[in-house]
């Protein structure tokens, strides 16, 4: 079967290339170059550190938006075009489609990091740029597998992107939210208190700490070793392994 997860992927990958893609990926890296030029021209001091940390900022959250959004309208446009129905027609296990569809996803999400390192590259040391953008590139499969779950659970992009914007709000804020819970802000004297704590440390468990994919701090004061790399690489297989379960479940028990 390890064919048509090819061919799917492949197609994948041509609907990205061919839907004009790549140069909205370039208008919007230019236009986050340039905000990043302008507002560190205002700067009184550490223009330089002030320019990488912006560009970081605007690039991570560029790719993050336009995976979740091709993600969603192309899984929505191949539904509405009975595209599923078609290929679930054919003797494909569902659990091929899934895999060709991860696939494809997971090689724009990599082209789209591969694409931020090098603009990347022009504010900062090369070695620096490329840890940056290998960690980006983690945190991009994360949100596209996200992104596939959640519309392939609720079928609409709204929804699908509320649910994306959620979880990814929350993975980015969990270290913080967790030193909160730990810290003197909330006294844990009542119930209520000791629930949401523990809470909070379950969900930790299952959601990836994105806080720590690629900050823009590895642009200005340089990227950490390879141990922290293959944290994040950890991080990123575990997780995405759990999304696959939990849609190749959904999947399976719909009726097309």
């Known amino acids: 079967m390890h064919a048509w997860i090819l061919a799917i992927a492949r197609f994948t990958v041509l609907e990205a290339a061919r839907t004009r893609l790549p140069w909205l990926v370039a208008a919007g890296m230019a236009c986050a170059v340039a905000v990043a030029l302008g507002s560190s021209a205002l700067a009184i001091a550490e223009a330089e550190a002030i320019r990488a940390a912006l560009l ?3 690039l991570r959250l560029f790719a993050v938006l336009l995976i979740a959004l091709f993600v969603a309208g192309a899984m929505v446009r191949e539904t509405a075009d009975k595209g599923v129905d078609l290929v679930l027609a054919m003797p494909v296990p569902r659990a091929v489609y899934y895999l060709g569809k991860l696939a494809g996803f997971v090689c724009v999400a990599c082209a789209l990091a591969v694409a931020a390192a090098a603009v990347a590259a022009l504010v900062a040391p090369l070695p620096d740029a490329a840890a940056w953008g290998a960690a980006l590139a983690c945190e991009l499969v994360i949100v596209a597998a996200v992104a596939l779950l959640c519309v392939l659970t609720f079928t609409q992009v709204p929804a699908t992107l509320s649910a994306v914007a959620a979880f990814y709000l929350f993975a980015r804020a969990v270290d913080t939210l967790l030193l909160m819970a730990h810290g003197p802000v909330i ?11 523990r809470v909070l440390e379950t969900l930790a468990w299952f959601v990836p700490h994105l806080g720590r994919f690629a900050p823009s701090d590895w642009l200005v004061y340089g990227a ?8 994040i690489g950890a991080q990123t297989i575990l997780f995405v392994t759990l999304a696959a379960a939990a849609t190749l479940f959904d999947l399976y028990r719909k009726n097309f």
Do not use: F, I, Y
Request: zero cysteines; charged letters at 5%.
């Open 56 to 58: 970081g900022t605007g």
């Open 224 to 231: 950490p070793g390879w141990p922290a790399l293959a944290v």
């Open 187 to 197: 006294a844990q004297h009542s119930l209520g208190d000791v629930v949401m704590v």
